[in-house]
């Protein structure tokens, strides 16, 4: 089965992805969050690739699990994701387009959020620019894909419960 990327339309087939170990164990830790969680750490996850390079699996793999093991508040994890990813982005506009090397920025954001998440989640929406709701849809294209390509290995391999 040949699958396009919704990004860069690149075309790839299912199987290939699922013979690589680091692909499936990105996928397995992507289908296990939130999407709250997931978009915003698939974002993340983009702020590490330089401009002329790929993501290879296994470091995608090791960062992620980095970060989820930052913060045990999925909710809070999520919107010092979410800060971080569009105060990075803002920086990259500017012409700053260095891949990120660390996660000093994202402990910085979390030090500064309070303890619950879900009211300030609520509060940043309507302070965003319409130039960065932009940006954060075009972001849920490549979440969107990588969900539907979860659900389709799925239902290849019959599992119940998928949507």
Known sequence: MR???PVCHAEAALEA?????????????????DAT????????????RSASRALAWERAVRIAR????????AQRLAAA??????Q?????????VRPLTGHNYLKRVLEGMPQTAGALCVDAQP?????????????????DGVMRLEALKRRARGEAGHE
């Open 88 to 96: 990075l982005r803002v920086k990259r506009d500017a012409g700053d």
């Open 81 to 86: 994701l979410s800060q971080t990813v569009e």
């Open 66 to 73: 980095e970060v989820l093991a930052l913060e045990a508040d």
């Open 3 to 5: 699958l396009r990327c």
């Open 37 to 48: 969680l997931g978009r915003p750490l698939v974002a993340y996850l983009g702020l590490w």
């Open 17 to 33: 992805w699922a013979e690589d170990e680091a692909a499936r164990e990105m996928m397995a830790i992507l289908s296990a969050l």
């Open 127 to 143: 302070q965003r620019s319409a130039a960065t709701r932009v940006q954060a849809k075009a972001h849920s294209a490549t979440v």
